[in-house]
């Protein structure tokens, strides 16, 4: 058979509440065209993320039954640790109530003023924690990247040339650490090459510095790598995984992406001395090391998700599915980021809409029609979210995993191709308040 099918049944379902685009055109003005700021409510399909919207499995509600809720010492904590080990194989797994946790956690222990963190492309509230330090990050991404139509396998990527020369000029001790980001979320959702772990790696350990992955979808990577890598294909999920985090010496993780949970996240290093200071951390304002923030619940739905999500039969659908969004999309002459990534499809809103000046936020404009006119949310991943950072103007289409069925998503590609077809008469959109950093959660719009 060559179809590849939803590889689970549905057992429990949430209705979805319909408007229509006079109500939507209501909402959208009352939210100052920001889609952060829209009801859940008066979403139909919501692919504003892929982050703590996943469908748990029954072996995971199971789980959750199990949890143990001990302050100190609960038996969820020790079933999460011995899972995360036996993949990372990571000495200290320091619990997180989500993916930001571990990395404010981090970066206070290790960023001081005048760092430079580089990042093959560092996520917004990566970006964010960095700079509250008073350090400074930086993308090195592949070359190959910037070109979005071109199909390469790896397009994830960091620009080990450019690290070297990074390096160079900023002088190892003002570099705490190098990261990179699987899959590269802000720069497509493309995979990163064991290779190109590894390149990363053999250069940050010359200079004594220590790589540290950040892994929200190392399974979704592992699977590219497996996929397309020379010399991987007869290794499972798992085990490229397992490569891939030996390569590091530590790592940050949001459990809301790759593990299945609605909510989570851990920190990890081999260093005993960096531990002992992130435990403290951690006490300060997370809770007590055997839970980090969580409930003991939380902790067994991960330790179980991180198991599910390495099945090949999911990967295989999981891959398939995002890139049939991107390809009735892409192949009816919508511009997106060649080729599909894993856990959404990006639309080059730049491409798209040539008419849109860039500071008039094109992929803001675009993400507004689409909700106006079926619905839809998605997310802007460009200059309202980097500011001057932003290297292209992308609308995200997130899969939550697990969610929407291809229905859902034919009628994401109908929407999608309809709102494409009259594109000339789409404007752009002022700022007309903004706060002073992370500014696309509550930046309010004008229409121009
Ligand atoms: N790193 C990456 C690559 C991410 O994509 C995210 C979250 C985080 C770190 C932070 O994790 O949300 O658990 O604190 N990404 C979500 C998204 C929010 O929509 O892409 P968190």
């Known amino acids: 058979m060559k179809t590849i099918i939803e590889p689970f049944r549905i057992k429990s379902v949430e209705p979805l509440h319909h408007t229509t685009p006079e109500e939507r055109e209501r909402y959208l003005e009352e939210a100052g065209y920001n889609l952060f700021l829209i009801e859940a409510r008066n979403i139909l399909i919501d692919l504003l993320t892929d982050s703590g919207t996943s469908a748990m ?12 809720e001990s302050y100190a010492g609960s038996e969820s904590f020790h079933r999460m640790r011995r899972v995360v080990q036996d993949l990372t194989g990571f000495r200290h797994v320091i619990p997180t109530h989500q993916g930001r946790a571990a990395e404010r956690i981090l970066f206070t222990v290790l960023c001081r003023p005048g760092h430079v963190v580089p990042n093959n492309t560092h996520f917004d509230t990566t970006r964010a924690n960095i700079e509250f330090t008073g350090a400074r990050a930086v993308d090195l991404p592949s070359p190959e990247a910037a070109d979005t139509q071109a199909r390469l396998d790896f397009k994830g990527n960091m620009d080990t040339a450019a690290l070297e020369r990074l390096i160079e000029t900023e002088g190892a001790a003002r570099i705490p650490l190098v990261m990179l980001t699987v899959t590269n979320n802000s720069g497509g959702g493309q995979p990163v090459s064991l290779a190109n772990i590894e390149a990363v790696r053999r250069v940050a350990a010359r200079h004594g510095i220590p790589l540290y992955l950040d892994a929200c979808r190392f399974a979704e990577n592992a699977w590219f790598i497996q996929q397309r890598e020379p010399g991987c294909s007869h290794l499972t999920p798992k085990q490229v ?122 992929a803001q404009a675009l993400a507004v029609e689409l ?30 995993r697990r969610v929407y069925t291809q229905s859902h998503i034919d009628y994401v590609v109908e929407a999608i191709l309809e709102v494409n077809a009259r594109k000339q008469a789409l404007r752009g959109l002022e700022i007309v308040h903004e706060p002073p950093f992370l500014r696309h959660f509550t930046a309010r719009f004008r229409r121009l």
């Open 241 to 362: 995984a397992q490569k891939m985090f030996s390569l590091a010496d530590g790592c940050t993780f949001s459990a809301k992406k790759d593990a299945f949970a609605n909510i989570g996240g851990f920190l990890c290093t081999n260093d005993d001395r960096l531990a002992a200071q992130e435990t403290n951390l951690l006490i300060l304002t997370e809770g007590f090391p055997t839970y980090g923030g969580l409930a003991g619940r939380d902790l067994d739905a991960i330790a179980v998700g991180l198991e599910e999500v390495l099945d090949p039969d999911y990967l295989r659908y999981r891959v398939v599915s995002t890139g049939y969004l991107g390809r009735h999309i892409a192949d009816a002459g919508v511009p997106i980021v060649e080729p599909p990534g894993g856990h959404a499809i990006y639309i080059d809103a730049a491409r798209m809409l040539p008419h849109i000046p860039r500071s008039q936020f094109p």
């Open 371 to 400: 909700y106006r006119h079926a619905g839809i949310r998605s997310v802007e991943i460009g200059s309202v979210m980097f500011g001057a950072e932003a290297r292209q103007e992308l609308l995200r289409l997130a899969i939550p």
């Open 57 to 68: 499995s029954t072996e995971q509600w199971a789980a959750m039954m199990r949890g143990d």
